[in-house]
């Protein structure tokens, strides 16, 4: 069937874009609008979102349960750890996307989702990403950060609510410029975007339930997870060893080519 395939096809691009630094909504739209010539259904976003959600949750669920309690431990007898720092940095860095994504989502996503408008926002963030990794030492660690870190991360993060920014690299790209080890800001930008990720899957819970017998909506939801498990463990082994020149390039290209497509049609 050929929504079965649409639907898998999306899946695994989302699974690998959602965590590299190249854009998910970039890739989504971009891949969407040529295979059907349409922008991509809420259904269809949903699946995807909650899929990479089951993947960041699947990969970093030892972290969660050590972060959650510590926070527990905080509330009950006041112990200071580590995890219930970590936890104060991760609601923090959360608030700023929440509130901007409350208030603006609808009309980002009504009036930015074509390809073109992704084409400036490729280049520049992955020009941006390259030079703060080239330019600042790996020294910070996530134990290490501030209030002061977390918020700016956070407010980086707004960003990636439009299309072709990337939330891995408008945060990476924070968390570098704030000298953090390059992998350690990976493992924290994928920390951070889970509490947003979570609140959206909430709000969109009526759309999960009434979709959940369509098959086509279930191989989103399932491509997307375990690709995008895939692609975190190759993208924390990635920035161990290089830096971001290569996604700045795929980037540059990508909207090139984007750039040719929506001029020629």
């Not at 920035?239 to 996604?247: G, N, P, Q």
Request: hydrophobic share 55%; net charge positive; proline share 3%.
């Amino acid at each position: 069937e050929v929504r079965l395939f649409y639907s898998i096809v999306l899946g695994i691009v989302q699974g690998i874009t959602e965590f590299l630094p190249v854009s998910s909504s970039a890739h989504l739209i971009i891949v969407s609008w040529l295979m059907s010539g349409q922008s991509l259904s809420l259904e269809l976003n949903v699946a995807f979102h909650f899929g990479t959600l089951l993947a960041v949750l699947t990969y970093f669920s030892k972290d969660w349960l050590k972060i959650l309690q510590g926070g527990f431990n905080k509330i009950r007898s006041g112990t200071d750890s580590v995890e219930s720092r970590l936890l104060v940095h991760l609601i923090l860095g959360s608030i700023p996307v929440g509130v901007v994504g409350l208030l603006a989502k609808d009309f980002i996503e009504e009036k930015l989702h074509h390809p073109l408008y992704t084409v400036i926002p490729l280049i520049l963030v992955g020009f941006l990403l390259w030079q703060a990794d080239k330019k600042n030492a790996r020294t910070k660690t996530i134990t290490q950060m501030t209030l002061k870190d977390a918020l700016f991360i956070g407010l980086m993060q707004v960003c990636a609510l439009f299309p072709g920014v990337s939330r891995s690299g408008s945060t990476i790209f924070a968390a570098r410029l704030r000298k953090m080890d390059r992998v350690e800001a990976a493992r924290f930008s994928f920390l951070l975007g889970t509490p947003p990720t979570v609140a959206a899957s909430f709000l969109h819970m009526k759309d999960f339930l009434a979709n959940l017998g369509d098959i086509v909506f279930i191989s989103g939801v399932v491509t997307s997870w375990l690709v995008g498990i895939v692609a975190i463990r190759f993208f924390i082994a990635f920035v161990a060893r290089f830096d971001f020149l290569f996604f700045f390039i795929y980037r540059t290209l990508l909207a090139l080519v984007v750039l040719f497509l929506s001029l020629s049609v």
